[in-house]
């Protein structure tokens, strides 16, 4: 089968957005390509492995590749996306340059060549995400495989947003703890959860897409009695109850792994699903709408316990007071 291949050069910072309204406008497949950080290569603090190749993308800009049936009317997508991209500069994102290419593709190009690039990597002092076609050995009998396939429409887990979100879960995660991952994605942070001691996580997400992701996900790490996966947000959650998904409210952690923009509709939210003391992690934050998410925190009753960075990405741990 062939596909239209449309590449969008833009900023990392612009990717995740980018990346849902190719969702949005019918991709059947995305990639992401960032640039090489070669001063990674000398942070193996959690026994990282590295195995990167130059691929032209200069410091902060980034490459995204949307794949569309061949009958789709290309120029009818990009006409959709356009004004959207464009309007993300009043949301405080920097896009770049933005330019848009087209050409066509075969399946076989995009749908199994981008694997030879994942490798398993170790992002905390217990936990390793492998991918499932790789072999790997644990070091030492307390770390812990996250398996994941990740398919065309997730990222591979080792964005700096999931790495943070995972080291602030493993310093704070208790044995037996309820856990609500909202915006679950493909779900690592639910697998994550459990195999650093939580009884049961009840992970959502809006996106069916996501939602079959992290179900699959969740069987291949045969969690599934202990991840239950609902369609829904987190307001939906309040209002109907969590009868037959898991967990009870309210609970020790929440998590989100979100972009900041997402994050401040329902941080309101978020306080009522929590016990007193309860936990909030949240990532996906970038650099410039760090004061601004930790203000909503502060002004909705929260304390920042740590605010946890990597690149220009930020992490907080919020205490309901």
Request: glycine content about 8%; charged content about 25%; some cysteine.
């Amino acid at each position: 089968m062939n596909w239209k291949e449309l590449t969008i050069h833009t900023s990392e910072q612009a990717v995740e957005m980018i990346t849902n309204f190719l969702h949005e406008a019918g991709a059947g497949g995305v990639t992401i390509e960032e640039a090489v950080n070669y001063s990674k290569l000398q942070d193996t603090s959690f026994g990282q492995f590295y195995e990167l190749q130059p691929n032209g993308i200069a410091e902060g800009e980034a490459r995204i590749k949307g794949y569309f049936p061949e009958t789709s009317e290309i120029n009818g997508v990009i006409a959709q996306i356009k004004p959207r991209i464009e309007e993300l500069s009043d949301f405080g994102i920097d896009t770049g340059e933005v330019d848009y290419q087209v050409k066509d593709v075969h399946e076989d190009d995009w749908a199994n060549n981008w694997k030879q690039y994942f490798k398993p990597i170790r992002v905390s002092e217990r936990l390793t995400i492998k991918p499932t076609w790789e072999a790997y050995t644990p070091s030492s009998p307390d770390e812990r495989i996250i398996e994941i396939d990740p398919g065309m429409a997730f990222g591979t887990g080792t964005h700096p947003t999931t790495a943070l979100c995972l080291r602030a879960l493993e310093g704070i995660i208790r044995e037996g703890d309820e856990v609500v991952d909202v915006g679950t994605g493909s779900g690592i942070l639910a697998i994550g959860s459990i195999l650093l001691g939580a009884k049961h996580v009840l992970a959502i997400d809006l996106d069916p897409v996501a939602v079959a992701s992290a179900k699959e996900n969740t069987l291949l790490n045969q969690l599934d009695d202990h991840i239950t996966v609902h369609e829904s947000d987190l307001l939906a959650v309040l209002n109907q109850g969590t009868e037959g998904l898991g967990v009870k409210l309210p609970v020790r952690i929440v998590v989100a792994n979100i972009l900041a923009e997402v994050i401040l509709l329902f941080i309101d939210d978020v306080y009522q699903a929590l016990e007193p003391g309860g936990y909030y992690i949240t990532s996906g934050i970038y650099k410039n709408k760090e004061a601004l998410v930790q203000e909503a925190l502060i002004a909705s009753g929260f304390e920042i316990v740590e605010a946890a960075r990597e690149e220009d990405w930020v992490a907080f741990v919020a205490r309901k007071r």
